[in-house]
């Protein structure tokens, strides 16, 4: 979990990440999803990132499958083709 063969390189952590939210319409006190016991990796309800994104633009007031830009001829979204708004976060 360390980058570098001796040892001496950064902790890398790429597959969970905590965050705390709070105001805006998020749910007081709420723990959504677990990591193991190094915080490597997702356990429980896990929420991709595309999900976050989703959630903070609907408490935005943006529906984010419209919200899209358009670069080399393709439609691009901040939540790509996936994300849901993640209603276990709303209050």
Known sequence: MVQG???D???HHPN???M???GGGF???AV???SDDFGFNVVEQPVHVHDLHATLLHLLG???TKLTYRFQGRDFRLTDV???VATELLA
């Open 5 to 7: 063969g001796n040892g």
């Open 9 to 11: 390189g950064r902790d």
């Open 16 to 18: 969970a990440f905590t």
């Open 20 to 22: 705390w939210l709070a």
């Open 27 to 29: 749910k007081q006190g």
């Open 32 to 34: 959504v999803g677990r």
């Open 62 to 64: 943006f529906d984010h």
């Open 82 to 84: 996936a994300g849901r």
